[in-house]
Structure formats: structure tokens, C-alpha cells
């Protein structure tokens, strides 16, 4: 790793489209936040919901973060659009909104798009892995949008919310991006060409959220990268690049999908037996929403924000310039935000 890339990541905008820690209306928000003020993260987004959880948890924990985050986490702010993220920076504060990961938080009313618009979610993904009333999940039947999905595009557009098609069954994306007029993200997938994982996104799902517009932002997790039992810089570097030669170096950014483990998060000890991943635990006693034959039962690791220096050194090295990089760090997500948040 090179003292440019750490000196780059200092001096460049850096945009982690979702962090990855399962949000709990009593989570210990400093300490659970603290891996991106450590890796100096300028905006970050926090997931407040997952379609295993009770719609109303997603309520909980806004109001949670809302009223705790000036409280537990001075040093960051929550913001509602990009003018917001601006003036954060020049307070040497980061930025941070939230994003839903499944329509389940809309408990079949459409009214609830904008209310959470409101209360600072930017963008919402339509299912989390498993099929809901708004369309299809990854590791389910792929039947597609239901009525009730595209006018929830529709809202969405309206009121000017991202559109996310990670964790979403192929044949629901491909009808999402074309019914969409505005651009499309996948928040945290990985490019299924070089790891063939049903979470993973086929060429032309990152061609076709190319054509409208949009990102892929890739994310930390070994599973998903195609490594071992560790995730590697290199190999995030490796989807970065792919994903990059295939649709264009404005159309990928970084998603890490960071779930900090529990003993960082509540101040237990190195040696507690409950340092591993918050989301181990919850895989395990949830197997229709993670199969085990999808390869679940492996141990989860994921790259931290922390090494953001170690992936751009290996990008550098495979020839990306520093335009490009600063584009993946920060300004495609950035550009996606300024054509969509209203």
C-alpha cells in the first residue's frame, strides 16, 4: 500500500452508499458508527431496515438515529440533500441518510414513501432477498414488479428517492430500470462474472443500470467478492475494474456493506465470544431468507472502511487515473444524488 493512496483518500470526497449492521432502536450509535469517522468517510448511508424485520422497527430506528446521532455522534450530521453534504464537509462534519432494504417498511401503503423521503431515506431497494408485494428477491421465484411495485416507482420518482435494485430478483430489476425515469442504483452488488452468487448482478443488469444512469457500488463481503474465508482489497478492486471496462468508470462506486462486529460496537473485549459479525447470528436462525445452499453457512467476513487505501493502490496499479478514481470514490454516487434527491 502506497503513501499516494492514503494521502488521495485524505484529499478526495469518499461516499459509502450502505452501511451493513443490523440498526437497533438501543444500538450504541458512537461506537457503532465509529469505523467510518476512523476511515475519515465523508458521507455514509445507514441502513434502518430489513424486509426479516417488523415494518415498524424501521420507524424505531430513524427516530432512534434522528434524536441520537447530535447526541452519540457530534461529528456527524444527518443531512437531506446535497447542499446539506457540502456544508457538513466545510464543518469537518461527515454526512449521513438512511436507506431501507426492502419494501415490507411500506406495509402496502404507498402514503409511506414520502414520510420516510422526510425523515432522511434516500434511497430503498424492493426486496430483500425474498419475494414481497412489491416484487421479487434474489433467492426466490422471479415473477417480477406486481402493480403495487410500479406505482411505488412512480412515487419514488415523484418525491425524488433513489430506486435500488440490490438484493432483487433479475427479471424485478430489469422491469424496475426500464419503468423508472430517473437513474437506478444497485447499492451493494457485485458483478456475477467474476463470483457466480444469486446476489451477485449479470452483465446486462450493469449495462442496463448503465444506460439509465446509474451505479453499482461494490461491496466487502468474501462471499461475494469470491474469496476465502477473508475478503480482500484486491479482489473489491478486481469487481471494481470489471464493472468499470464494462459500462464505464462513471457507473461504479463503493458500497462496502460494513457490519462492524458486535465487540466494536458495545465495548466488549477482543476475546469476548461475541465479537463476530452481528448479521452471523441472524443468518443462521433465518435460513429462508439465506439459504444455506447458497453458501450462508461460511463464516462472513467483510472488508472494513478502513482499507478504502489498499483498493485504490490496486486500482492505481491496474491503470485507473485519479479522475477515475475520485469518480469511484465518491462522485458517480454524488451524481446520482444530485439528479435524483429533491
Given at each position: 500500500m502506497t503513501k499516494n493512496s492514503h494521502k488521495f483518500c485524505e484529499e478526495n470526497f469518499i461516499w459509502d452508499d450502505h452501511c451493513g449492521f443490523e440498526m437497533t432502536?438501543?444500538?450504541?450509535?458512537?461506537?457503532?458508527?465509529?469505523?467510518?469517522?476512523?476511515?475519515?468517510?465523508?458521507?455514509?448511508?445507514?441502513?434502518?431496515?430489513?424486509?426479516?424485520?417488523?415494518?415498524?422497527?424501521?420507524?424505531?430506528?430513524?427516530?432512534?438515529?434522528?434524536?441520537?446521532?447530535?447526541?452519540?455522534?457530534?461529528?456527524?450530521?444527518?443531512?437531506?440533500?446535497?447542499d446539506d453534504i457540502d456544508a457538513a464537509h466545510a464543518e469537518g462534519k461527515a454526512a449521513a441518510t438512511f436507506d431501507i432494504e426492502g419494501m415490507n417498511a411500506l406495509n402496502g401503503r404507498l402514503d409511506l414513501v414520502q414520510t420516510y423521503y422526510e425523515l432522511g431515506v434516500r434511497h430503498m431497494l424492493f426486496a430483500y432477498n425474498r419475494n414481497n408485494l412489491v416484487g421479487s428477491g434474489c433467492h426466490d421465484d422471479d415473477t417480477g414488479l406486481t402493480d403495487f411495485g410500479r406505482s411505488v416507482i412512480d412515487e419514488m420518482n415523484r418525491v425524488g428517492m433513489v430506486i435500488d435494485c440490490s438484493h432483487t430478483g433479475y427479471r424485478t430489476t430489469m422491469e424496475a430500470m426500464q419503468r423508472s425515469s430517473a437513474?437506478?442504483?444497485?447499492?451493494?452488488?457485485?458483478?456475477?462474472?467474476?463470483?457466480?452468487?444469486?446476489?451477485?448482478?449479470?452483465?446486462?443488469?450493469?449495462?442496463?443500470?448503465?444506460?439509465?444512469?446509474?451505479?453499482i457500488g461494490i461491496n466487502g463481503l468474501n462471499l461475494f467478492l469470491g474469496d476465502g474465508d477473508k475478503s480482500k482489497a484486491e479482489s473489491v478492486a478486481r469487481h471494481v475494474a470489471y464493472i468499470a471496462e464494462l459500462a464505464g468508470p462513471e457507473h461504479v462506486g463503493i458500497s462496502l456493506d460494513y457490519d462492524p462486529p458486535i465487540a466494536d460496537a458495545i465495548g466488549l473485549g477482543e476475546d469476548d465470544p461475541a465479537t463476530a459479525s452481528n448479521i452471523e447470528a441472524v443468518i443462521v436462525d433465518n435460513p429462508e431468507y439465506w439459504p444455506p445452499d447458497a453458501g450462508y453457512k461460511r463464516p462472513i467476513d467483510i472488508l472494513a472502511p478502513t482499507s478504502l487505501p489498499a483498493v485504490c493502490d490496486e486500482l492505481f496499479r491496474v491503470g485507473f487515473s485519479e479522475n477515475e478514481m475520485a469518480a469511484v470514490l465518491g462522485g458517480n454516487f454524488r451524481r446520482v444524488a444530485s439528479k435524483v434527491w429533491k
Open positions: 432502536p438501543d444500538a450504541v450509535i458512537g461506537p457503532l458508527l465509529d469505523p467510518w469517522r476512523e476511515a475519515g468517510i465523508d458521507y455514509f448511508s445507514i441502513n434502518v431496515y430489513y424486509d426479516p424485520q417488523d415494518w415498524t422497527c424501521c420507524l424505531q430506528n430513524i427516530a432512534a438515529l434522528r434524536r441520537r446521532i447530535p447526541l452519540e455522534a457530534p461529528w456527524c450530521r444527518v443531512v437531506a440533500d446535497v437513474p437506478v442504483i444497485f447499492s451493494h452488488s457485485n458483478a456475477r462474472t467474476l463470483a457466480d452468487h444469486g446476489r451477485n448482478i449479470r452483465d446486462d443488469q450493469i449495462r442496463a443500470c448503465a444506460e439509465g444512469g446509474g451505479v
